[in-house]
C-alpha cells in the first residue's frame, strides 16, 4: 500500500505542477497576439461597404434615370443613367448612359455601361434633374 500511496502522490504533483505552468503561460502576454487589441478597433472605425451601380440608384427617384453616376476613382467623367434593365434581386443588372467629360456631353446617344456591377460607384450630387423651368420675361426678350 505504501507502494501505491507514493505512486498517487506522485501523479498528483506532476498533474499540480503542469496546471500551475499552464496559467502561468496563459497569463502572461506575449507580444504577438493573434487578435488587435481593442482600442486599435475602435480608433480605425468600421470601413464602409462600396456600392454598386443599383444599390446606389435605388435610393434615386425611378432608379436614377436622368441623374448622373461615376466611379468613385474616375475623373471628370460620368454617366447620365438612360435606361436600366435589373434583374430580379434587384441588385444587378444592365445600364445604359450618356458620357460626360469635364460636365460637357460627349455622345448623344446612350452607351451601355461597363462595370455596373462591381462596387465604386457614387451619384454625383450637381447633377439633379433640372425641371423644365418658364422662362422669365427678360430672357424672352432677349430671343
Not at 50 to 62: D, T
Not at 106 to 115: A, C, H, I, Q, R
Not at 130 to 139: D, F, N
Request: proline share 5%.
Amino acid at each position: 500500500m505504501a507502494a501505491a500511496a507514493g505512486l498517487l502522490n506522485r501523479a498528483t504533483t506532476g498533474l499540480t505542477v503542469r496546471s500551475a505552468a499552464f496559467l502561468r503561460a496563459l497569463s502572461t502576454s506575449t507580444g504577438t497576439s493573434a487578435s488587435p487589441p481593442v482600442a486599435d478597433a475602435e480608433s480605425k472605425g468600421k470601413r464602409r461597404k462600396k456600392k454598386n451601380l443599383f444599390e446606389v440608384a435605388q435610393f434615386l427617384p425611378n432608379w436614377g434615370i436622368g441623374y448622373k453616376l461615376a466611379k468613385s476613382h474616375w475623373r471628370d467623367v460620368s454617366y447620365q443613367i438612360t435606361k436600366i434593365n435589373l434583374y430580379k434581386d434587384g441588385r444587378h443588372g444592365k445600364a445604359w448612359g450618356i458620357r460626360y467629360k469635364a460636365g460637357l456631353q460627349v455622345t448623344d446617344d446612350p452607351v451601355k455601361l461597363s462595370g455596373v456591377n462591381k462596387p465604386g460607384w457614387k451619384y454625383i450630387p450637381e447633377s439633379n434633374k433640372k425641371t423644365a423651368t418658364v422662362p422669365t420675361a427678360s430672357e424672352q426678350s432677349l430671343v
